[in-house]
């Protein structure tokens, strides 16, 4: 089953799309859709998908704002846009094809057999995870980060390097995108277990996972004993 968000803000557009989308996937295929980047932040945060199909000029915003936040995510990005002049900055960004408006149905079903392709081979889970900075999107590698805190409906990244930067997902779904090395030991906490040392018992039955460099984050009761295996 491919998962498939739609985001273009003009309503026959997007019921077309959708509907070829529907038409060239099967009945099989999760179609959602979203009209504005803030939309369309909110189903990214919400659900993991396989595929994005991208409009660059949303309501006055531009759909590059998107594709910068999704630099570093697992799902494959088609630009579907009347801009042809920006497709080499598209795939710059990583984008996996670029249709120029108005297309034909064969060149969307083009793209989407290309998306199929690439997330059967392509590994899920992601190896880097994009932040903002001052001069723009940054790419922090997975094994750098040490652990992963919930800041609201974002996430604090603690770097081993004792940096600390703000990513925009949220814990549960960087929970879905990263590898299996990071393990949820807290509903506040996401660790790479490569960075921790050992499980402690203290008192009351609270448990505590030390981390390289002494730092103690709390674990859960019902994660203790799956925190344990993984350290043996």
């Known amino acids: 089953m491919l998962r498939v968000l739609i985001v273009e803000d003009e309503p026959l557009v ?3 799309i959708a509907r070829l989308c529907r038409e060239l996937l099967g009945p099989s295929a999760q179609i959602d859709c979203a009209a504005s980047l803030d939309d ?6 919400q659900r993991a998908i396989d595929v994005l199909l991208l409009d660059l000029n949303l309501q006055g915003d531009d759909g590059f704002t998107l594709l910068h936040r999704a630099i570093a995510s697992t799902f494959h990005t088609i630009v579907i846009s009347a801009h042809a002049d920006r497709a080499l900055d598209a795939f710059a960004l990583g ?3 670029f249709l120029a408006k108005p297309f034909a149905t064969a060149r969307l079903a083009q793209a989407l057999e290309r998306a199929q392709v690439a997330s059967r081979t392509s590994g899920r889970a992601t190896q880097q995870l994009g932040v903002w900075r001052a001069r723009g999107v940054a790419l922090v590698p997975v094994e750098e980060i040490a652990w992963i805190q919930a800041d609201g409906d974002y996430s604090a990244l603690q770097l081993v390097n004792g940096r600390r930067e703000l990513h925009d997902k949220s814990l549960d779904r960087l929970q879905q995108l990263l590898p299996a090395a990071f393990v949820r030991i807290h509903r506040s906490y996401l660790v790479n277990m490569q960075q921790a040392d050992a499980l402690h018992v ?3 039955g609270r448990y505590r996972l030390r981390m390289q460099g002494g730092t103690e984050l709390p674990v859960g009761r019902s994660r203790a004993q799956s925190v344990r295996e993984r350290l043996l």
């Open 14 to 16: 997007q019921q077309r």
């Open 40 to 45: 369309a932040d909110d189903a990214l945060r």
């Open 95 to 97: 984008v996996l094809d």
């Open 202 to 204: 203290e008192g009351g």
